[in-house]
């Protein structure tokens, strides 16, 4: 019986190798040398990318070339090929092994002009991109991403790469990985790079830069902007500072440089060594030195851009790296304020999640949309953060270091990181909760649990305690705080939910005035709905009428230009006009209302829930103290219904604008319930507040105590 259990064990033991490196072996690995010489006057590059390959070659491999790049020589050793054109943007070069070739090697010669503009942005897109582009002209550059500067191979392929270009000298060069020199022939630069160890694909970057640069640990850190800045030095002592935190809590930094490079179109992209940024964000770094765009991005040295994710088996890295930089950056600066507001915007975009859009973190890929990010960054970093509070700070980050270091080169999956955090949780805690079960619960599931003091004992001064029993609606264990007031002064008590009903004993009542349930949302939970002010991102969720103003109104235009851009951006939503609005509709609808009290009557309904601080004449909006002219401002109100408790309604208010631009800023502050912008300030509202539900009973979250 024993050597039966110990050869079972045997066995899946075998197994379990068997699996991981099965996992490794599918994850192919090949070698390029490019040489390309790039000239922005035509928009063209020629390029010379020598392909060979690691042992177990596979029968067949596809590489892709941007369409526009003509193969002028095609020279192959080991492989039989063919060519396709079947996309829309790329040719297909499909090569197949010869059954007795023992040495491979493809040679790929091509030349064009490389001239793709990025896409247009949406409402729901803060990003652009493009397929690669060459531009010739001022103040923009060279965007040149795989399958544009050398023929991507399809599939689950990692490479190393040697990369030498040519260009003008009056241009600077950016690659992906560490530059090895750089070298002036007449009136060309030459640069030769290299990656230190596998990468999933390499990008250039480029432009007639102003190039700021220090030096700290044996590592260069790079400023690259199109115009002359007095802020290189705050920018490149908030990355040397990222660098001296991150490296202490995930090991050493994997690229010998960190460059931030200025963009001409909008881009927030971290890639391995570097990060691109438009310029209109670098021209705000109250925005851009915040802990979710610079540390964001710098965090992606680690997550995603040296280990490695396989999109399509799931997508890790951006949750990963929202909890490390959005989040925790604030922990390690011990900013108590922004750490309570991060979780707060989490768990109120996760409620304003409609359902549609909703889905389990582990089938999250990529952003295609706001609501992705919300599933995929948000929800995914609330998750992060159940299991950091689960194993604590110190388990959670070796974890960290351990991924870091023996992932390095390679794709990582969900299950890595499960195995992972289950070898560095304490015992004590593995004993109680099964840490594999507990991460993949919260994974699969689409709902967050709702929780609510179910009831009470009396005080009992014998026992001289107060019981309670906190009730939970589903099985998925989170972890939070009840917070105590005792004579004015507040205490914090952890408790992790494990089951439905959890009981609670709180010492000496006598001196407690309240309890409250996790006023400082630290679980990953539903919100009750006096804790969530009216936004922006509420309404949006909500199929809501876009009341316009009178047709013959100068705002009418701009309003419609709204709606339009609601409909192209997926949004739900219907219109009718100021004069078709009436008191039936409005009871039946959540209600957005664009122009101003003069030309659309749904406005001057809506005036009277605005705070007591705010109010609006034909001329200007007084807030809090100070006014600005009605016609330089744009004032967004997230108020109470006014027939309807479960819907929602929202004021822009707006006069004479001169495009729709500054309505599209208005996406930027979804979380907001009120803002008021001045249209010639990008950035930060000149006011902002939050707009509750008038409800009084919360008992269900708020215990008062008679003594």
Same mark, same amino acid.
């Given at each position: 019986?024993?050597?039966?259990?110990?050869?079972?064990?045997?066995?899946?033991?075998?197994?379990?190798?068997?699996?991981?490196?099965?996992?490794?072996?599918?994850?192919?690995?090949?070698?390029?040398?490019?040489?390309?010489?790039?000239?922005?006057?035509?928009?063209?590059?020629?390029?010379?990318?020598?392909?060979?390959?690691?042992?177990?070659?596979?029968?067949?491999?596809?590489?892709?070339?941007?369409?526009?790049?003509?193969?002028?020589?095609?020279?192959?050793?080991?492989?039989?090929?063919?060519?396709?054109?079947?996309?829309?943007?790329?040719?297909?070069?499909?090569?197949?092994?010869?059954?007795?070739?023992?040495?491979?090697?493809?040679?790929?010669?091509?030349?064009?002009?490389?001239?793709?503009?990025?896409?247009?942005?949406?409402?729901?897109?803060?990003?652009?991109?493009?397929?690669?582009?060459?531009?010739?002209?001022?103040?923009?550059?060279?965007?040149?991403?795989?399958?544009?500067?050398?023929?991507?191979?399809?599939?689950?392929?990692?490479?190393?790469?040697?990369?030498?270009?040519?260009?003008?000298?009056?241009?600077?060069?950016?690659?992906?990985?560490?530059?090895?020199?750089?070298?002036?022939?007449?009136?060309?630069?030459?640069?030769?790079?290299?990656?230190?160890?596998?990468?999933?694909?390499?990008?250039?970057?480029?432009?007639?830069?102003?190039?700021?640069?220090?030096?700290?640990?044996?590592?260069?850190?790079?400023?690259?902007?199109?115009?002359?800045?007095?802020?290189?030095?705050?920018?490149?002592?908030?990355?040397?500072?990222?660098?001296?935190?991150?490296?202490?809590?995930?090991?050493?930094?994997?690229?010998?440089?960190?460059?931030?490079?200025?963009?001409?179109?909008?881009?927030?992209?971290?890639?391995?060594?570097?990060?691109?940024?438009?310029?209109?964000?670098?021209?705000?770094?109250?925005?851009?030195?915040?802990?979710?765009?610079?540390?964001?991005?710098?965090?992606?040295?680690?997550?995603?851009?040296?280990?490695?994710?396989?999109?399509?088996?799931?997508?890790?890295?951006?949750?990963?790296?929202?909890?490390?930089?959005?989040?925790?950056?604030?922990?390690?600066?011990n900013k108590e304020n922004e750490q309570n507001d991060w979780r707060k915007k989490a768990l109120l975009a996760i409620d304003d999640l409609p359902n549609e859009k909703n889905y389990p973190v582990r089938e999250f890929k990529y952003q295609r949309d706001m609501f992705d990010a919300v599933v995929g960054y948000s929800k995914g970093a609330f998750i992060?953060?159940?299991?950091?509070?689960?194993?604590?700070?110190?388990?959670?980050?070796?974890?960290?270091?351990?991924?870091?270091?023996?992932?390095?080169?390679?794709?990582?999956?969900?299950?890595?990181?499960?195995?992972?955090?289950?070898?560095?949780?304490?015992?004590?805690?593995?004993?109680?909760?099964?840490?594999?079960?507990?991460?993949?619960?919260?994974?699969?599931?689409?709902?967050?649990?709702?929780?609510?003091?179910?009831?009470?004992?009396?005080?009992?001064?014998?026992?001289?305690?107060?019981?309670?029993?906190?009730?939970?609606?589903?099985?998925?264990?989170?972890?939070?705080? =009840?917070?105590?007031?005792? %004579?004015?002064?507040? !205490? $914090?008590?952890? +408790?992790?939910? &494990?089951?439905?009903?959890?009981? @609670? /004993?709180?010492?000496?009542?006598?001196?407690?005035?309240?309890?409250?349930?996790?006023?400082?949302?630290?679980?990953?939970?539903?919100?009750?709905?006096?804790?969530?002010?009216?936004?922006?991102?509420?309404?949006?969720?909500?199929?809501? =009428?876009?009341?316009?103003? %009178?047709?013959?109104? !100068? $705002?009418?235009? +701009?309003?419609? &230009?709204?709606?339009?851009?609601? @409909? /192209?951006?997926?949004?739900?939503?219907?219109?009718?006009?100021?004069?078709?609005?009436?008191?039936?509709?409005?009871?039946?609808?959540?209600?957005?209302?664009?122009?101003?009290?003069?030309?659309?009557?749904a406005i001057e309904i809506l005036q009277s829930n605005l705070p007591s601080e705010i109010t609006i004449n034909d001329n200007e909006i007084t807030y809090n103290g100070g006014k600005i002219n009605i016609q330089g401002s744009i004032l967004m109100a997230n108020v109470e219904h006014p027939y309807d408790t479960e819907k929602y309604s929202c004021i822009?208010?707006?006069?004479?604008?001169?495009?729709?631009?500054?309505?599209?800023?208005?996406?930027?502050?979804?979380?907001?319930?009120?803002?008021?912008?001045?249209?010639?300030?990008?950035?930060?509202?000149?006011?902002?507040?939050?707009?509750?539900?008038?409800?009084?009973?919360?008992?269900?979250?708020?215990?008062?105590?008679?003594?």
């Amino acid at each position: 019986m024993r050597n039966l259990i110990l050869i079972n064990l045997i066995l899946i033991i075998i197994t379990i190798l068997f699996v991981q490196c099965n996992m490794f072996s599918s994850q192919q690995q090949l070698n390029y040398d490019v040489s390309v010489a790039l000239q922005p006057d035509s928009r063209s590059l020629s390029a010379t990318a020598v392909v060979t390959f690691e042992p177990n070659v596979p029968n067949k491999i596809e590489f892709r070339l941007l369409k526009s790049l003509r193969i002028i020589d095609l020279a192959a050793i080991g492989f039989d090929f063919d060519e396709k054109m079947d996309d829309e943007n790329y040719r297909s070069i499909i090569f197949t092994k010869q059954s007795d070739a023992n040495k491979f090697r493809i040679v790929f010669n091509f030349s064009g002009e490389v001239f793709n503009m990025p896409r247009e942005t949406n409402l729901t897109q803060r990003h652009s991109n493009s397929l690669g582009i060459i531009s010739d002209k001022s103040k923009e550059g060279i965007y040149l991403p795989a399958g544009s500067f050398y023929p991507y191979a399809v599939g689950d392929w990692v490479a190393n790469f040697k990369i030498e270009v040519k260009i003008d000298k009056s241009y600077s060069i950016v690659l992906s990985g560490n530059k090895l020199n750089e070298t002036l022939e007449g009136d060309y630069s030459l640069s030769k790079w290299e990656t230190p160890f596998p990468v999933d694909e390499v990008t250039i970057v480029g432009g007639q830069f102003q190039k700021y640069s220090k030096v700290f640990d044996n590592h260069n850190f790079n400023l690259f902007t199109y115009d002359t800045t007095n802020l290189a030095d705050k920018y490149l002592e908030s990355v040397i500072e990222h660098y001296k935190i991150y490296t202490e809590l995930f090991g050493d930094y994997p690229f010998n440089e960190f460059s931030i490079v200025e963009n001409f179109f909008a881009t927030g992209f971290g890639m391995p060594g570097y990060t691109l940024l438009s310029g209109r964000l670098l021209a705000m770094p109250f925005v851009a030195l915040s802990p979710g765009s610079l540390a964001h991005e710098f965090v992606h040295n680690w997550w995603g851009n040296s280990v490695y994710v396989d999109y399509d088996k799931g997508n890790w890295c951006e949750a990963l790296t929202t909890f490390c930089s959005n989040y925790y950056y604030n922990v390690y600066k011990n900013k108590e304020n922004e750490q309570n507001d991060w979780r707060k915007k989490a768990l109120l975009a996760i409620d304003d999640l409609p359902n549609e859009k909703n889905y389990p973190v582990r089938e999250f890929k990529y952003q295609r949309d706001m609501f992705d990010a919300v599933v995929g960054y948000s929800k995914g970093a609330f998750i992060f953060y159940e299991i950091y509070k689960l194993i604590g700070r110190e388990k959670f980050f070796d974890a960290m270091k351990d991924l870091a270091k023996n992932f390095r080169g390679k794709r990582a999956y969900w299950d890595d990181l499960i195995n992972i955090f289950a070898k560095h949780t304490p015992n004590d805690i593995n004993n109680k909760i099964n840490i594999r079960q507990f991460i993949n619960d919260w994974l699969d599931a689409t709902d967050v649990p709702a929780i609510e003091i179910a009831e009470s004992q009396a005080l009992d001064t014998k026992k001289n305690k107060l019981e309670l029993q906190i009730k939970k609606s589903t099985n998925l264990v989170t972890t939070i705080e =009840i917070n105590i007031n005792r %004579n004015g002064s507040w !205490e $914090n008590q952890s +408790i992790t939910l &494990k089951n439905n009903i959890t009981k @609670i /004993s709180i010492n000496n009542p006598a001196d407690i005035n309240e309890v409250l349930l996790d006023q400082n949302y630290t679980g990953l939970r539903k919100l009750f709905k006096w804790e969530k002010p009216y936004t922006f991102n509420k309404i949006l969720s909500n199929e809501p =009428i876009i009341v316009l103003p %009178n047709a013959n109104s !100068e $705002n009418y235009e +701009i309003a419609k &230009k709204f709606y339009d851009e609601m @409909i /192209s951006s997926g949004y739900k939503c219907t219109m009718v006009t100021s004069e078709s609005f009436d008191t039936k509709i409005a009871k039946n609808s959540s209600i957005i209302a664009l122009g101003n009290s003069s030309d659309n009557k749904a406005i001057e309904i809506l005036q009277s829930n605005l705070p007591s601080e705010i109010t609006i004449n034909d001329n200007e909006i007084t807030y809090n103290g100070g006014k600005i002219n009605i016609q330089g401002s744009i004032l967004m109100a997230n108020v109470e219904h006014p027939y309807d408790t479960e819907k929602y309604s929202c004021i822009i208010n707006f006069d004479k604008l001169n495009s729709f631009d500054p309505l599209r800023r208005l996406f930027h502050y979804q979380s907001y319930s009120l803002a008021l912008l001045d249209i010639k300030k990008p950035g930060k509202p000149i006011y902002s507040t939050e707009i509750f539900p008038k409800i009084k009973d919360r008992k269900k979250q708020i215990l008062k105590i008679k003594q």
